[in-house]
């Protein structure tokens, strides 16, 4: 429910859902095994339900890419959203400093603005 929560927030931080956002929470909604009462439960009141830190990396790691997948239904991310995902990233039980480098990274894979080298060398390959 928490994990839930949080992507509805990121998906409402910049107003009403889009139809893209809207696909992906409802998907997101699927994985989660969230009820049809829980959804709009949350939908009403996403700010009821802390984020919930994650002990391994990878879990935490694999909470912000559902996150950036959320800001991205609409291809760019603002500042209000970044400032939320940095909270979340911390809360979820990154350091200030590691949270940073990790969005900064994941906005350059999300918004294409890496090139082959770059690429490679995040994904520790040749």
């Known amino acids: ?40 439960e949350i939908m009403k009141n996403s700010k009821k339900y802390p984020v919930v830190p994650q002990l391994r990396s990878d879990d935490r790691l694999e909470r912000l890419l559902d996150l950036f997948k959320i800001i991205y239904a609409d291809h760019r991310i603002d500042d209000s959203e970044r400032k939320l ?23 350059k894979v999300f918004s294409g603005k890496i090139d082959l080298d770059q690429y490679k060398s995040m994904l520790k390959i040749l």
Do not use: P
């Open 85 to 107: 995902i940095l909270k979340y990233a911390i809360q979820l039980g990154f350091s200030h400093d590691t949270a940073e480098e990790i969005i900064t990274k994941t906005v």
């Open 1 to 40: 429910m928490a994990h839930f929560s949080a992507i509805v927030n990121i998906a409402m931080v910049d107003g009403d859902l889009n139809k893209d956002e809207e696909v992906l929470v409802s998907r997101f909604a699927r994985k989660l095994d969230i009820t049809e009462a829980e959804h709009e």
